[in-house]
């Protein structure tokens, strides 16, 4: 029986607002609190509630070998993705942020021409990977998008290495053995990443109550139980029952979003050549996301692998 047109259009609503809005949240909670704790806060707490919903449905014994593969990806997906992410938000503007994660599509089309074979990128994907990554060098380089500082072109390549993390990890996931359980595979993964992290805050910077105000609760909270879960929950629903190529369109409505609530709650700025810039790296991404509308099926994809969650 299809899906109701209401529920698609409602979780379609929710992960082009509610992801493209993590980038901002993530920029108001690192003002109080430490960057790595931030990430590995949300990720841990959103890993024990996917964790328990996998569980409590499924009975599926849980080997070593699960462990050691969440564990690679975890720390693929999210103690250096996100880690990244989280660490730049102190330097980057949101907006640019976004457009820089928009990234994870043009990384996962070179990383698939390297890792796999049976994977060769088309004219129209070769062009496009060319047009995006001259936006990218554009936010990259440009002075007036991070401020003049050398501090934040770095954190901008963070970004970008970051991205290419994800793009890795969301090839490898298809070879590695995981869980059946969607939500109990994504748990685990969020609880090794985001333990990971919140290790490293605690050896780096442990986080302090001192400069925490509403907002950053706030920003905290919608991080992890908006972001995580009811963007991931409305992520795997369309899955479910909407083409992945549709889908993915998110990667490239996220950083719009992005952009104009970081313009309008932020004072963030969006200059003439941060435009240009969007419209390269924007339309790359839509045509090599349109470009796989017949992908080589996965063993059984897990809904954290699809190039994404860029705000997750």
Same mark, same amino acid.
């Given at each position: 029986m299809p899906a109701p047109l209401w529920r698609i259009g409602l979780a379609f609503t929710a992960i082009y607002l509610i992801w493209g809005s993590t980038f901002l949240a993530t920029r108001f909670a690192v003002q109080a609190l430490p960057p790595f704790f931030v990430a590995g806060f949300r990720f841990f707490l959103g890993g024990l509630v996917l964790f328990a919903i996998g569980r409590s449905s499924s009975r599926e014994p849980l080997t070593r070998t699960h462990w050691m593969n969440a564990a690679k990806l975890g720390l693929l997906f999210f103690f250096i993705c996100h880690g990244a992410v989280s660490w730049a938000a102190?330097?980057?503007?949101?907006?640019?942020?976004?457009?820089?994660?928009?990234?994870?599509?043009?990384?996962?089309?070179?990383?698939?021409?390297?890792?796999?074979?049976?994977?060769?990128?088309?004219?129209?994907?070769?062009?496009?990977? &060319? #047009? @995006?990554?001259?936006? *990218?060098?554009?936010?990259? =380089?440009? !002075?007036? +998008? %991070?401020?003049?500082? $050398?501090?934040?072109?770095?954190?901008?390549?963070?970004?970008?290495?970051?991205?290419?993390?994800?793009?890795?990890?969301?090839?490898?996931?298809?070879?590695?053995?995981?869980?059946?359980?969607?939500?109990?595979?994504?748990?685990?993964?969020?609880?090794? &990443? #985001? @333990?990971?992290?919140? *290790?490293?805050?605690?050896? =780096?910077? !442990?986080? +302090? %109550?001192?400069?925490? $105000?509403?907002?950053?609760?706030?920003?905290?909270?919608?991080?992890?139980?908006?972001?995580a879960l009811v963007g991931f929950l409305s992520y795997t629903y369309l899955l479910q029952h909407v083409p992945p190529t549709k889908v993915a369109t998110y990667a490239y409505v996220n950083p719009v979003v992005a952009l104009l609530l970081g313009w309008a709650l932020a004072g963030e700025t969006i200059s003439a050549r941060s435009l240009i810039a969007s419209l390269f790296v924007l339309a790359a991404v839509a045509n090599i996301v349109l470009s796989r509308s017949a992908p080589v099926p996965p063993r059984r994809p897990t809904p954290l692998s699809v190039p994404a969650e860029q705000g997750a």
């Open positions: 102190q330097h980057v503007p949101s907006g640019v942020a976004a457009l820089l994660m928009a990234s994870i599509a043009l990384w996962t089309a070179v990383v698939e021409r390297f890792l796999q074979t049976n994977t060769k990128p088309g004219r129209r994907v070769l062009l496009s990977l &060319g #047009g @995006g990554f001259i936006g *990218l060098a554009v936010l990259v =380089l440009k !002075p007036e +998008s %991070l401020a003049g500082s $050398t501090q934040g072109r770095t954190a901008s390549l963070a970004v970008l290495c970051g991205a290419l993390t994800w793009a890795i990890a969301t090839v490898l996931s298809s070879r590695l053995v995981r869980p059946q359980s969607n939500f109990t595979s994504a748990g685990m993964q969020m609880l090794c &990443g #985001g @333990g990971a992290l919140i *290790l490293l805050s605690a050896f =780096l910077q !442990p986080p +302090s %109550l001192e400069r925490v $105000t509403p907002v950053t609760v706030w920003a905290l909270g919608y991080l992890t139980l908006i972001g």
